[in-house]
């Protein structure tokens, strides 16, 4: 059914899409019951089926979107038929459904220019939740570098890559403000300061260099690189590296810079994960062809020669072993029509797109990972006027 349609009782669905955004951060948490976030996306659910009658809405222009999105988590459920491991494919595949909930809201739901103002707060207030459960809740260790750190939350300890890459979105979104004059300057250099720190404190190598990608492209996105903006860019450059020099570095332990320098990195090949690669390409190569098209099915295949992992610590060779050359291909048409969007409806967040594709190189982004998927649905609320509005504001 068009959008074209109007309800006659309207609970505010932007409010659904605020809550999924802010409760990012306890997608790693569970409770009695299992994850918190499923929780989460269960009640939103009932309550967008609640507000819409059961109708289900979308804009005929982002068409194209949809089915992407249909076609992908479609194949991807259906893989659980011929997956080697049966029953992590069936758990994938239930995580998949309730990801389709999601899909459903975002798409049945179009925001006005200053919902989505709120909805990049939203993302804001995410990072902001991190950084309190980090420095002021408890931590834990990880590897072989004792001071390397990681936030607990809810009693779960998290990797400390998907820990550190919820702030690539906030960062980047902070650094748009502060292009375009929004805000409070001091708050927000704050916040990309600590948000650093934390980033730094969990030792991922990835995620700092997502974080700098995001912001790059960022910069670039803005429009704000006349000689005047690169002049003042610049300056507060300066101003953030000297504050980071003279406060930050400080703060991080010596082993856990020694494991962000170069040396480290070619020394342990990025914690073993060209061995994995290689050795993931090698099996697929040299497997089945029925494999080789359609996968092994979620963590189905097995590879390493010095640590043994089914997970590929690489987004689309996981959709390579789990899905075959028919998954890949979908989950690079739905990057694609997703990139294509997010050009259109939500320019700002294109920074941030970039920063998280860069991740998605070094580590596995599953259904569990709520960043990757919800960071795509975006342009899915988006309309043009909105950002026609932004792009109007930003001048």
Known sequence: MNR???????????????????????????????????AVTLL???????????????????????????????????????????????????????????VVAFFSTELTFNESNIVDYCWIIAGIVCIVLYVFGDKT????????????????????????????????????????????????????????????????????????????????????????SILIILLVGILMLILVIRYVIPMIPDDVLTRMSLKALLKDGGSGRG???????????????FRMIFGYGQYGLTVGTKDISQTMHNQFIQQLTNYGIVGLVLYIILVYKSCKAIKIYCPKYMGAFCGMMFMSLTITMS?????????????????????????KDGE
Do not use: H
């Not at 779960?156 to 960062?171: G, K, Y």
């Not at 990757?372 to 342009?379: A, D, F, R, T, Y």
């Open 367 to 391: 259904v569990a990972y709520k960043l990757l998927w919800i960071l795509l649905l975006m342009p899915a609320t988006m309309s043009k006027e909105g950002a026609r509005e932004m792009i």
């Open 275 to 289: 061995d994995l690669w290689t050795d993931a390409l090698r099996k697929i190569w040299s497997g089945s062809p």
């Open 141 to 228: 260790s990880v590897g072989e570098y004792g001071s390397r750190t990681s936030m607990i939350i809810m009693g779960t300890a998290t990797d400390p890559n998907e820990f550190a890459s919820i702030f690539i979105v906030p960062l980047s979104l902070v650094l748009f403000n502060l292009l375009n004059k929004k805000g409070s300057r001091f708050l927000q250099i704050t916040f990309m300061i600590i948000a650093i720190y934390c980033v730094l404190m969990s030792g991922s190598r990835g995620a700092l260099l997502a974080v700098v990608v995001a912001l790059c492209f960022t910069l670039v996105q803005s429009g704000k690189v006349d000689t005047k």
């Open 4 to 38: 074209d349609s109007r309800f006659t009782v309207r609970l505010n669905k932007a409010f659904l899409i605020y809550i999924f955004v802010i409760a990012l951060p306890f997608s790693w948490a569970s409770f009695a019951i299992g994850s918190v976030y499923r």
């Open 44 to 102: 939103l659910f009932m309550l967008f089926l609640i507000e819409s009658r059961f109708i289900v809405i979308y804009s005929e222009e982002k068409r194209g979107l949809l089915l992407s999105w249909i076609l992908y988590l479609g194949y991807s459920m259906a893989t659980f038929i011929w997956a080697v491991d049966g029953q992590a494919a069936i758990t994938n595949s239930m995580s998949l459904v309730l990801l389709s909930f999601i």
